[in-house]
């Protein structure tokens, strides 16, 4: 059984082929830059070297069909018969899904309905949605949505305190992100702690240009610290994060600018990004060692404000089994895992210094401590094929 895993931008697909018997990636890809006059399109077949081709691909369209001709040219994609189904990242489900689901017009309909509560995302998972059907129509495909796995929260723990209206008519409530990556980890740490899921509690804490942290109890999502949106939270690469609400009015009068450039700057200009002007990890690090200042400030505060979130968390769950590190960043930076888990043994972590360096992949230790400090490499594309599978299974 093959699936092909879509996750499709603005102005990007991304894609990965699975042979299901095994979970192995046979092929995987993006492209990149559609729209533009030359738009790059780099993937790796199994065993070869990465290849990259530069051409002009002017939509979604184009992009898919160029995804095809070279599934079709490798040989690991006849045609379509010998797709099981395509399964599609969707970052908003609102409240209508809660599972995984086969994409039907009335499925359709009601991820057009959610664009207003992800109007950057919902809007280009639907156009790769749309494309894939125009192109392999006697394929099932499959909505996997970012949001569902947070969808055991309890309702004091979604609803914020605005008047109830508001939560009635127009939906505002609590409802989190990086769903899939925080499942998958979560999948894998009780595992890797011979523990039933459903008797593990950990805090998952998914960190890369966006980042968040959930509370995880008997294997379900009790709390997240994304929200309504994406840019709730921790502190992010170009996110705010949590900030006093009166800071949005405070710079429209005082500023005399739009809502619509205020909420470019809390996603786009702000977190990390806003306080040093560097937006990757890596370059904020190279900074911080040459004595930058504002370089310095940006890691102390990103650190810090995942600790708060570490001891909001313990709070909320009382006991826990580990915490797990995953994402680009929480899989490769040694320093942050390490000062944000510093002067927490009354909680019952410490790190272990060496491990914490070079922790073991896919799945390592890196504690010293009662309460396991775990390093797992996330695989979003593999769970969304594999829940694309169980749904395709339970309607069969």
């Not at 894609?15 to 830059?33: D, K, P, T």
């Not at 199994?46 to 070279?70: C, D, K, T, V």
């Not at 509370?215 to 502190?235: F, H, Q, W, Y």
Request: hydrophobic share 45%.
């Amino acid at each position: 059984m093959k699936i092909l895993v879509l996750n499709a931008g603005s102005s990007s697909v991304k894609y990965s082929l699975f042979a299901m018997h095994n979970h192995s990636v046979l092929v995987a890809g993006l492209i990149e830059r559609i729209g533009e006059k030359q738009a790059v399109h780099r993937f790796n077949a199994a065993g070869a070297a990465q290849q990259m081709l530069e051409m002009e691909i002017a939509n979604h369209q184009a992009a898919l069909q160029e995804l095809f001709r070279i599934l079709s040219a490798s040989g690991l994609l006849a045609d379509s018969r010998d797709l099981a189904c395509i399964g599609h990242r969707v970052v908003h489900g609102g409240e209508h899904f809660w599972q995984p689901a086969l994409i039907t017009p009335q499925v359709l309909a009601q991820i057009t309905a959610t664009i207003p509560l992800a109007p950057l995302h919902n809007p280009a998972n639907l156009l790769g949605i749309q494309e894939a059907i125009k192109q392999m129509p006697i394929v099932p495909q499959v909505a996997v949505f970012d949001t569902a796995f947070h969808h055991t929260m309890p309702d004091y723990a979604y609803r914020y305190a605005l008047p109830a209206e508001f939560y009635r008519e127009q939906r505002v409530r609590r409802y989190g992100f990086h769903g899939t990556s925080h499942g998958y980890v979560a999948k894998l740490a009780a595992q890797f702690l011979g523990k039933p899921l459903a008797e593990t509690n950990l805090i998952t804490l998914h960190l890369g240009n966006g980042a968040s942290v959930t509370a995880i109890e008997n294997g379900k999502s009790v709390d997240t610290s994304m929200g309504l949106t994406p840019l709730e939270g921790v502190m992010m690469g170009t996110r705010c994060g949590d900030i006093d609400p009166a800071i949005i009015f405070y710079l429209g009068r005082t500023l005399n600018i739009s809502n619509d450039a205020i909420e470019t700057l809390l996603n786009k200009n702000s977190g990390c990004k806003g306080v040093c002007g560097e937006n990757d990890m890596r370059s904020i690090h190279k900074l911080a060692e040459s004595d930058n200042l504002e370089a310095k400030l940006a890691l102390a505060m990103y650190a810090y404000r995942l600790k708060k979130y570490i001891g909001a968390y313990f709070a909320v769950l009382n006991r826990v089994d580990a915490l797990v590190f995953t994402g680009g960043i929480g899989e490769n930076d040694a320093w942050l895992r390490e000062t944000c888990c510093a002067n927490l043994s009354a909680l019952g972590i410490d790190i272990d210094h060496e491990k914490n360096q070079t922790p073991l992949r896919p799945c390592a230790d890196i504690s010293a401590s009662r309460v396991a400090v775990l390093v797992i490499k996330t695989d979003e594309e593999l769970e969304i094929a594999i829940q694309a599978k169980q749904c395709l299974e339970a309607v069969v």
